[in-house]
């Protein structure tokens, strides 16, 4: 079964980083992202471009509304996601705390919904 696993950061805390830090942590995502391909388990990831990057798009009455930004204030934003396919949701929920930003942020696991599932 597919999962997303949605990373949640707070761009402030990872600005606040030296650049050591900078760069222990993404030798983590890394370390992270190859243990997912050995693990034959990782289907497609990215990082995100920062929220003030966002156009968010609504449909009222009938009219498109186009806003500049994120959907929604928040400290938070999502940042990136890792997409895996494995057996269950537990095995899931393991590779989202194995994610570096589990200890800095949030992981969000999110089944994908297929084609023809109820």
Known sequence: MEYLLLIHTNPATIAALSAAERDQTFA???????????????????RLRPASSATTVRLREGKTEVHNG??????????????I????????????ARCPAASHGAMEVRPVWRRGEA
Do not use: I
């Open 28 to 46: 983590a995502y890394m370390a992270y992202t190859e243990a997912l391909g050995k693990a034959q388990v990782l289907r497609g990831s990215n």
């Open 70 to 83: 994120p959907f929604a204030e928040t400290r938070e934003e999502l940042g990136g996601y890792f997409l």
């Open 85 to 96: 396919d494995v057996p269950d949701l537990d095995v899931a929920l393991t590779w989202a």
